[in-house]
């Protein structure tokens, strides 16, 4: 997976902010106070995610590998300076393998070195680029033990053992959540399941019955009701998965998107 830069997120999020905005006043201008409005407002809130969500995945995606090989870079630099390289010359060496991602990272780093930066200046360039929980805590780490000399393997090895952990944690608490979000996607699917099972035997049957001395809503009124019950379930309980999943909400947008199109698609196809 690339890397996807703050300033490209900011670029997409402004973006799909016009195009979305650009989808609403089109509708207003051609369809203001039908239900084709509706239609023009769902597609705008699709426009306005689809791309952001896309880049924060695929960003999600490479701090994620930047992570896992994080244990495997910290032995190679214990093993190599158990044959008594310095720490520059043990990264340099590192960087030399094969550890996805974080070997671009690592040549980087190299290369700042290379050109005059000190080892400090271009592992805190490194963790701002890269930005991730574990970076920001094992970097100080590292630049504090280079500071003090000596034996510093002794600090990498528990360093990687802890990363390890870390990630067995998380990976555990991936697997335990997953129930959960299956129950939200299951839920979300029972709710259309029952509002086409309303439509189809009960709406349906009464249309132009009055009740209580009023004309119960149209089937068009009804359809909108029930558009209007699925994008707001849909979005909001993907956000709940994505909490629940990943920890943050913005995680959620994918469930939300994947949701919403699927309430779409099951509102127009089958009511």
């Known amino acids: 997976m690339p890397k996807v830069g703050e300033t490209v997120k900011k670029i997409v999020w402004v973006l799909s902010g016009i195009l979305a905005i650009s989808i609403i006043v089109f509708g207003f201008l051609t369809a203001w106070s039908t239900t084709i409005f509706d239609e023009f407002v769902f597609f705008a809130v699709i426009a306005a995610f689809t791309p952001p969500t896309i880049m924060n995945y695929i960003d999600y995606r490479w701090k994620r ?75 100080p780490l590292i630049i504090e033990a280079n500071r003090s000399g000596g034996h510093v393997e002794k600090v990498f090895d528990p360093m990687g053992k802890f990363i390890q952990s870390t990630l067995i944690l998380h990976k555990e608490r991936r697997n335990r959540t ?56 849909g979005f909001f309980g993907g956000l ?17 998107l994947v949701m919403m199109v699927c309430g779409y698609l099951a509102i127009r196809l089958l009511l």
């Open 65 to 139: 590998t930047i992570d896992e090989h994080l244990p495997d870079l910290f032995r190679s630099i214990v093993q190599a300076q158990e044959t008594g390289m310095t720490l520059p010359r043990a990264l340099d060496e590192a960087a030399k393998r094969d550890f996805g991602s974080l070997t671009a990272e690592l040549r980087k780093v190299n290369a700042q070195i290379s050109w005059g930066m000190t080892l400090e200046e271009a592992l805190i360039a490194f963790a701002r680029r890269v930005n991730t929980v574990l970076i920001h805590r094992t970097i």
């Open 240 to 256: 709940v998965a994505g909490k629940m999943g990943e920890g943050t909400v913005s995680a959620g947008l994918k469930h939300s």
């Open 178 to 233: 997953r129930p959960y979000i299956a129950i939200i996607h299951v839920a979300f699917f029972v709710f259309l399941f029952t509002i086409v099972l309303l439509f189809k035997s009960f709406f349906v049957e009464i249309q132009g019955l009055p009740i209580l001395g009023t004309a119960i809503m149209t089937p068009a009124e009804i359809k909108r009701l029930f558009l209007h019950m699925t994008a707001i379930q």
